[in-house]
């Protein structure tokens, strides 16, 4: 069912959506686009929507924040816009768009565009309503990357279409100490499972779909696994403590003994949920599946713990449960991703840093690591900012970039 309203929206997902008043921002820039995305949700099927008309439309549309946000006057060009806050979005909202065209109109997600009605921003990246023009751009990078490595394995998953970047003109504080462009992300509408949880139900087809994703991903030197989901268990002060995320858990000794005695391993252990999340529309026979949420996915460098996922009438499921075997110096044979390219390294090693710290003097992390994505969409974002790359270039960067990923002879 195409979502090209909010009432479709409404229909197809059975979402209470809360309509909330968005300010427009004046002063701002789309930096990156994908026509034939753009022109594929307008309905466009002639290919007749000029550039320059798409650049403007998007730019409009993109250039929102919540009034929750309360940005300084200077930045609001006074103008609103109704956005709708579908259950468990934090900074995302929907719009609808209209083309001028009467069979034209669109529905899409903007991500970062500030907090929910009633909500009041806070100072983490996950709670502050807002997200850096990098992270952005890492999600953009990671979907050319995923969906060209499911083209040729010749599956039918792919990303959730990602339509455009609108640096807003403004900077937030990072988590490298520096201060950073804030942007919004434009995607294409969508419905996700089960009221808009991402976490299943353990032993469904959804989780199973995810396992078997997962294991392609690490076929071929990819995971979605990361530090921000990853169970540990470790002693601190003589006794045994698990963490998620680095956060305390308030479980007891006994709990997790327990838990080590029904893996058959004692502690320490790690434990790494895939952190996958579909749309709802995902299928198992045949595997089909549309990904959204791409800043995490990287280079699989996590040598030793188990792989798991994450469900939503547990912690984790014991059933999913199955040991890490890549090794991070001897990736898959037939591994159709350049690893080395995808991994990265040392900020401070290499040569793109220097672009960036230029751009961005207080960049206070020299020595952290970074995967490959990461760093290029740093190194992208200071060139943006330092005015070295206009939109088309940009677009042009980014698939050098993805090229380089599955260059495997190098």
């Known amino acids: 069912m195409p979502l090209n309203t909010i009432s479709d929206m409404r229909s197809a997902s059975g979402y209470d959506l809360v309509a909330q008043p968005h300010e427009i921002l004046k002063d701002t820039n789309l930096v990156y686009v994908d026509c034939e995305a753009v022109k594929k949700k307008m309905h466009d099927v002639s290919l007749k929507t000029s550039k320059e008309k798409m ?8 250039s929102v924040m919540s009034v929750e946000q309360h940005l300084p006057s200077k930045k609001m060009s006074g103008e609103s816009a109704i956005g ?5 979005y934090g900074r995302a909202a929907i719009f609808e768009v209209s083309t001028g065209h009467p069979k034209r109109t669109f529905s899409i997600e903007i ?7 009633g909500k009041v921003p806070g100072t983490g990246k996950d709670d502050s309503g807002l997200l850096f023009l990098h992270l952005a751009i890492v999600e953009v990078i990671n979907q050319h990357i995923l969906n060209r490595l499911f083209e040729m394995l010749c599956l039918d998953v792919s990303c959730v279409p990602l339509l455009g970047i609108v640096d807003l003109q403004f900077d ?6 520096a201060q950073l ?5 434009l995607r294409d509408s969508h419905v996700r499972p089960d009221g808009n949880n991402e976490l299943p139900q353990a032993d469904t087809i959804v989780e199973e779909v995810k396992s078997q994703i997962q294991e392609v991903l690490e076929a071929h030197g990819m995971t979605s696994c990361g530090f921000s989901t990853s169970i540990c268990t470790a002693w601190e002060d003589g006794k045994i403590r698990m963490r998620q995320g680095g956060k305390l858990l308030k479980l007891s000794e006994e709990h997790i003994d327990n838990l080590g005695q029904m893996l058959n391993i004692e502690a320490p252990f790690t434990l790494y949920p895939t952190n996958i999340q579909l749309t709802a529309d995902a299928s198992l026979e045949p595997l089909r599946a549309r990904i959204v949420d791409l800043s995490h996915y990287k280079a699989h460098v996590i040598t030793s713990g188990f792989c798991t996922t994450l469900v939503d009438d547990k912690p984790f499921n014991l059933n999913r449960l199955r040991p890490i075997l890549t090794d991070r110096d001897n990736v898959p044979a037939n591994a159709m991703i350049n690893y080395v390219a995808l991994r990265g390294r040392r900020v401070s090693d290499d040569p793109r840093f220097q672009t ?26 200071a060139l ?22 599955f260059d495997v002879a190098n």
């Open 55 to 62: 650049i403007a439309l998007l730019t409009r549309t993109g």
């Open 84 to 88: 709708y806050r579908a259950p468990r």
């Open 111 to 117: 991500k970062g565009c500030g907090v929910g009605p």
């Open 172 to 177: 937030g504080l990072s988590d490298f100490g």
């Open 181 to 185: 462009p804030i942007a919004n992300l």
């Open 356 to 381: 960036i710290q230029r751009v961005f003097p207080d960049w206070a992390q020299p020595d952290a690591m970074l995967s490959g994505a990461m760093t290029e969409a740093l190194y992208l974002t």
């Open 384 to 405: 943006i900012n330092a005015g070295e790359r206009d939109i088309d270039a940009v677009y042009e960067h980014i698939s050098k970039y993805v090229d380089t990923c």
